[in-house]
């Protein structure tokens, strides 16, 4: 994304939340877990405006002018050209191995695959890595903060806010010309659309499902796959539990559609 | 004469034996439950262009009910609320919650493309918990973790959460719930679960 714009935004935000914590003359309970979430939802219920009322209707054309194959050769070649940032972000974390395949990677795809556009090195089984500044940051010790929407770009934290500056600024994407950050932006999107759809098919309450979900995918991200005990073991598990009660109530089930 | 020291040895070595041995045993049965889920999973997937979402449901619903601990997981996604709520209302949530999880699966598992499951490692975490580490394999993707938090239900094992790339079913319904029972109270809750069996079904 280019760096102006995300600037841009990253203002937008900062008035919106100084606007919010300023004005705000009722005493409000503070979620501990969220204090930012007055001024998260009301970021969260603009991103979904945005999304319905410009994303979307921009991603369907997109869907439906261009043949499936040409999508994922653009997905390829978005994602090819952010490779050198995955290197640079697996060899700040001091991942040798993930950084020399992530370098094999680009080269191959870079020189086989017509300028990244076929992805020739996952066809030879070479592993695809997932790596950003905020995790960097994340490695290196610094906490994560409170979690935070932004606006257009979504769930993010403190410590996501100057990775995201990092990684944009790294990005050659953010360098080139406007069409190709527009065609970049569609591309997020449309891969964006599976999830999107999840959320809206099993959410109670999207925001919450979001925010929740971010966090702990985030979490599995940044420890490599080891799964946060805190999510795993909830201490609701070691509850006295009315066992009784319980089986009663299993016995009564009568499951109907 | 065997002495003391020896006899004491070898009682604790038979001790410890039989400890480990029924560890194993437990890890197994916890394993065979994860694995025969997922292979009727399986073989609802591969029936998935002959079968409607309720035969689907109507298919799945025995084994979820038998491999799922899910009068347990209700109460653990709504925290504390749950004493609050009576006995009318209990029943009416786990009711409406086991159809939502059924509902679920016969949604998202409906077709075939040669998906398959792979049991990475089982640990026991504590004396009642066991841990089942596993893949969802995808011919043309990067295999999803799915991983199962399994509790003891008697003298079987029951599947009490599920933790996909590293999301907890659990954690994640735990938060919305609870807030929704704070925020709007019961009734909005179950209307909104409702409201989601829907989405499911069509």
Known sequence: ?257 | MVSLKKLITVFFLLFTMQNVCAGIEETEQASQVVQGFQAELINVMQQGDKLTFEQRFEQLKPVVLKSHNLAKITRIVVSKEWKKLTLEQKKALVQKFSTLSIASYAHYFNSFSGQSFRVESVKQLSPGQIYVHTYLILPDDKDVSMDYLLKKKGDDWRIINIITNGVSDLALKRSEYVAVLKKSGFDVLLAEISAKIDKFSK
């Open chain 1, 1 to 257: 994304m280019n760096i102006r714009l995300f600037s841009r935004l990253l203002i937008v935000a900062g008035f919106f939340l100084a606007v919010g914590c300023a004005s705000s003359g009722k005493v409000e309970e503070i979620n501990a877990e969220d204090p930012h979430e007055g001024f998260n939802r009301s970021m969260h219920g603009f991103n979904e405006k945005v999304d319905t009322y410009v994303s979307s209707p921009l991603v369907t054309s997109y869907q439906w002018l261009t043949p499936s194959l040409l999508r994922t050769s653009v997905a390829n070649f978005f994602t090819n050209l952010k490779e050198p940032r995955t290197v640079l972000n697996d060899a700040l974390q001091g991942k040798e191995k993930p950084a020399g395949e992530d370098l094999e990677r680009f080269v191959i795809n870079t020189l086989f695959g017509f300028g990244g556009f076929i992805d020739v090195a996952s066809h030879a089984d070479i592993e695809y890595h997932q790596e950003d500044f905020s995790q960097t940051l994340a490695v290196w010790g610094v906490p994560r903060g409170q979690y935070l929407v932004l606006p257009v770009l979504g769930p993010s934290s403190y410590r996501g806010v100057p990775g995201k500056i990092a990684d944009a600024a790294s990005s050659p994407v953010s360098y080139a010309i406007w069409p190709i950050q527009v065609l970049d932006l569609l591309n997020e999107r449309s891969n964006a659309e599976q999830s999107l759809k999840f959320i809206d098919e099993a959410a109670v309450d999207p925001y919450i499902f979001m925010r929740a979900s971010y966090l702990q995918w985030r979490d599995h991200q940044i420890s490599e796959g080891e799964n946060s005990a805190e999510d795993l073991l909830l201490p609701e598990l070691d509850d006295a539990f009315d066992e009784e009660e319980l089986e009663l109530l299993e016995e009564d089930l009568d499951i109907k559609l």
